[in-house]
């Protein structure tokens, strides 16, 4: 299992590119057509890719590149637009990042895998966290989309463990591939049928699409799918917190949205929720417990050689007259 910085800090490319989606959705993008931004995210990336690394399933791996397609990609997407089309953006990213929790339980289900109280309290404080930085007062609630953010929630949670159990055969860009052609196969008839044809698109569009296909989704897939099968499942979804982060981050720098100080008191508690549950925090810390009651006990012990010996109390006592 490889837990290093290195590894930590490569995989939390993904929220970070994942965070910008938000901005650019909203700045870019034609407005009310999630489910085509979603299927040109997926398919055409997914495609390029395909032909570069030239090399399709075999065996059980055309099932399962379907079933991680379709939970990954087709699935997930539409749920998550849904959500974020029928909640404010608060109550969708504070029910998102209970993606860590959800993790946690399919891990412990699916892998065995024992997540460990640090990463518990890490995913509840990152949770809390998220709540404080982007949650206002006021927000309505939607049943269609409480139950499209738990959808999202559940079906991600799923499709990142199953990607850890099957362990698959091939790199991480060609596990990818499959899963965007997958996924984009799915949700191209869907938003034909919902949404119509196409949007015109500007050159604000296009460059948004791009950055969405190419950062957004296959550099972050890769450097996640490659975080999930060296990290437990649970430590790499603790990184995804960083995704609202971000969002906050970008939303007060491009758009003027407000920032104080309950947002700064989450955004501090995310980042030491996600630092919390690293096995790479948590063992450097330990060194450096183990260092400091190591010197704390050389001192003491030097101390007790050094010190003045009472000779009062060691001379015997007068007897008694």
Request: aromatic letters at 8%; zero cysteines; charged letters at 10%.
């Amino acid at each position: 299992m490889d837990t290093s910085i290195r590894t930590v800090a490569l995989t939390a490319v993904a929220p970070l590119a994942w965070g910008t989606t938000y901005i650019v959705t909203e700045q870019l993008l034609p407005p009310d057509r999630p489910l085509f931004a979603a299927a040109v995210r997926a398919l055409p990336a997914g495609l390029v890719l395909l032909a570069v690394r030239r090399r399709l399933p075999q065996g059980s791996w055309w099932w399962r590149a379907a079933v991680l397609g379709v939970v990954n990609i087709g699935a997930f997407f539409p749920l998550l637009f849904l959500a974020a089309y029928h909640l404010p953006g608060g109550l969708a990213a504070t029910m998102q990042a209970g993606s860590p929790l959800v993790v946690i339980a399919f891990a412990l289900w699916l892998l065995h895998e024992r997540p460990g109280r640090s990463r518990v309290v890490g995913a509840v404080v990152g949770l809390l966290g998220v709540a404080l930085l982007v949650l206002r007062a006021g927000a309505a609630v939607d049943l269609v989309g409480v139950a499209a953010a738990a959808g999202s929630v559940a079906v991600s949670g799923l499709g990142f463990v199953l990607v850890k159990r099957w362990k698959p055969p091939v790199d991480m860009v060609t596990l990818v591939s499959w899963q965007l052609v997958a996924g984009g196969l799915v949700l191209v008839p869907v938003a034909a049928a919902v949404e119509g044809a196409p949007p015109a698109l500007d050159a604000g569009a296009v460059a948004g699409l791009l950055w969405l296909a190419v950062v957004g989704t296959v550099v972050a897939y890769v450097v996640w799918f490659r975080g999930l099968t060296r990290m437990p499942a649970g430590a790499t979804a603790l990184i995804g917190l960083l995704n609202p982060v971000v969002g906050t981050v970008l939303g007060v720098a491009v758009a003027g949205e407000a920032f104080g100080w309950s947002q700064a008191i989450g955004m501090a508690m995310v980042l030491g929720g996600v630092l919390a549950g690293q096995p790479a925090v948590a063992a450097w810390w330990r060194r450096r417990t183990t260092r400091r009651l190591a010197g704390d006990l050389r001192s003491d012990v030097s101390g007790a050689a050094h010190a003045p010996l009472d000779v009062a109390a060691d001379r015997d006592p007068e007897p008694v007259r």
